[in-house]
Every structure is written in structure tokens, then in C-alpha cells.
Nanobody, 123 residues
Framework: QVQLVESGGGLVQAGGSLRLACIAS????????MGWFRQAPGKEREFVAA????????YYADSVKGRFTLSIHNAKNTVYLQMNSLKPENTGVYYC????????????????WGQGTQVTVSS
């Protein structure tokens, strides 16, 4: 099973930026599609964005379109999530996840998960 390690979380004021990184131990059919999810306290994990290794196609939740940007570094097996114009409602633990299902947005479609990184946006 692919191993995923996130980094880059922290505390930032509203309007600020953070860049999260997710390093995958390998690239196989099982992690063809890499996603980011956010889980706020007391809430379910929700889809934020995802990208396909093969062609770099990206998918975003409506709430982050125009503010968050995904990019990939193929040689490093790394996916980056650049988060700009952050809002307090973006606060939560951000998880990187891997799926063989392109276009998936539900947690059940992702078979591998990282440990998560905390993002806190103060008002």
C-alpha cells in the first residue's frame, strides 16, 4: 500500500497563504489520482481538491476554486496544495489520499491516507 506523508500545515491569519505537500512512497495504479481532504472539528471529512499524476488534470471543490492550486512534481512523487486567501472556515486537519478512481470525491474511493497536517486560520 502506498505511504503518504503530508507537511506544511500551520497557523496563519485570514487572507494569508500556506503550501501543503504530500509525498507518495511510490506511484502505481492504486494512487493514480491524488486528493486532499479537510476535516474540521466535529465534522465529516470533505473533499478539497485532487489531481491525476498522468496528465495533471485538477479538480476543486467549489469553495476553494480560484484560491487553492494543485501542482505535482513527478520526480519527487510530490503533490502540492497552494492555499491563498485563506479563511477561518478553511481550518481543519488536511489529509492527503490516493485513489485509482479518477474524478472521485468521496472518502470511500480513496484507499490510502496520510496522517494529516493541521491548518488553523485565525480571524
Amino acid at each position: 500500500q502506498v505511504q503518504l506523508v503530508e507537511s506544511g500545515g500551520g497557523l496563519v491569519q485570514a487572507g494569508g497563504s500556506l503550501r501543503l505537500a504530500c509525498i507518495a512512497s511510490e506511484r502505481t495504479f492504486s494512487n493514480y489520482y491524488m486528493g486532499w481532504f479537510r476535516q474540521a472539528p466535529g465534522k465529516e471529512r470533505e473533499f478539497v481538491a485532487a489531481v491525476s499524476w498522468s496528465d495533471g488534470n485538477t479538480y476543486y471543490a467549489d469553495s476553494v476554486k480560484g484560491r487553492f492550486t494543485l501542482s505535482i512534481h513527478n520526480a519527487k512523487n510530490t503533490v502540492y496544495l497552494q492555499m491563498n486567501s485563506l479563511k477561518p472556515e478553511n481550518t481543519g486537519v488536511y489529509y492527503c489520499a490516493a485513489s485509482p478512481c479518477r474524478g472521485a470525491t468521496s472518502t470511500g474511493s480513496f484507499g490510502s491516507w496520510g496522517q494529516g497536517t493541521q491548518v488553523t486560520v485565525s480571524s
